[in-house]
């Protein structure tokens, strides 16, 4: 059963081990469903990628550790997976909302939220509002 399922989704999936340009990229994020961050066990940083899924409202599915599985759990922006588990990787993507479902829509909603309130720009006013402040008489 699982290995059919897995078979099925397999065949929606879109391999891309090239370099893509920003147009490209945005067709790219455009027409998928979901995004995949597979990072090694000991990857801990953050990530243009999921940053660039946030901002278009999409959901991912990424390992489970480190600052991503942190803020994708903590968030609500997708599914985790330990790292190196074939078996769960497996399990999630034989199991994956589609587009009408409601989670996904929540998925959907809590990363475009979670980009607007991680946006640099926001960052920026933030800072200089500080710097104001500490300037005022």
């Not at 027409?31 to 597979?38: K, R, S, W």
């Not at 903590?74 to 199991?95: K, M, Q, V």
Request: glycine share 8%; with cysteine; charged share 20%.
């Amino acid at each position: 059963w699982a290995a059919d399922a897995l078979r099925a989704q397999a065949a929606r999936i879109t391999w891309r081990a090239a370099y893509v340009d920003e147009a490209e990229l945005q067709k790219t994020y455009a027409a998928t469903d979901y995004v995949l961050l597979p990072y090694a066990a000991d990857f801990f940083g953050s990530s243009g990628v999921m940053a660039y899924a946030t901002a278009l409202g999409k959901p991912m599915i990424a390992t489970g550790h480190g600052c991503i599985g942190y803020r994708i759990s903590r968030f609500g922006l997708g599914l985790t997976y330990p790292s190196g588990d074939i078996t769960a990787l497996e399990t999630l993507l034989t199991s994956l909302p589609d587009r009408s479902s409601d989670l996904y829509k929540q998925w959907q909603g809590n990363a475009r939220a979670y980009a607007a309130a991680n946006a640099a720009d926001r960052h920026i006013a933030l800072v200089r509002c500080c710097l104001e402040m500490e300037t005022a008489p």
